[in-house]
């Protein structure tokens, strides 16, 4: 078990209570020991329990991750993600931002960017059918985003990829025929 610096600290202050009792033996000390051994045996319960929801909620979004990469062609909306995950939306929200650092729409827009990147480069499709394979309904929408996103269109990133890949290797390919 991992404890935070004030877990630790208060974890430490009860068992400093329940030594001070046990050395002092003062009149009533067994009580005072039963009651400082059940405070600190409470906290640490509570840290437990605290720890497994903790990690139950990231294995659902750890899976809920895995759904998000596995279904980002498909509409999904946040009612999706929270019945994936088995939490409300409204954690699903704060969790995936609390682990993930931006919201489960954040990291959707930026999967589907990332895959629509790899079709630009790899293939020969027209963004518009590149952007209905990625999820997205509305091509101008994918436009606008990918730009957001990228800092450049769809077409110029194409184009840009193209001209760097031919520069370095079409002068290879010059290198290798001397």
């Known amino acids: 078990m991992h404890f935070n610096p004030s ?3 208060k974890v430490i202050s009860l068992a400093d209570g329940l030594i001070r009792e046990l050395s002092a033996r003062a009149p009533g000390y067994e009580a005072m020991v039963i009651s400082r051994l ?4 409470a906290y640490l319960s509570r840290l437990c329990r605290d720890s497994s929801h903790s990690d139950r909620s990231t294995m659902r979004l750890h899976e809920l991750v895995q759904w998000l990469d596995d279904n980002f062609r498909e509409p999904i909306s946040l009612s999706d993600m929270a019945e994936v995950a088995n939490l409300s939306e409204t954690t699903v929200n704060r969790y995936f931002h609390n682990i993930m650092g931006l919201t489960p729409w954040q990291y959707l827009l930026n999967l589907r960017i990332d895959k629509a990147s790899v079709l630009l480069e790899q293939t020969d499709d027209s963004a518009t059918d590149i952007a209905l394979s990625c ?10 985003q990918f730009h957001n996103i990228k800092g450049i269109t ?5 184009r840009g990829y193209r001209e760097k890949r031919k520069m370095l290797f079409g002068g290879a390919s010059k290198i290798m025929k001397r």
């Open 135 to 144: 999820g997205f309904n509305d091509s101008n929408y994918f436009s606008r």
């Open 154 to 158: 769809p077409t110029a990133y194409r």
């Open 38 to 41: 059940t405070e600190l045996v």
């Open 7 to 9: 877990e630790l600290a």
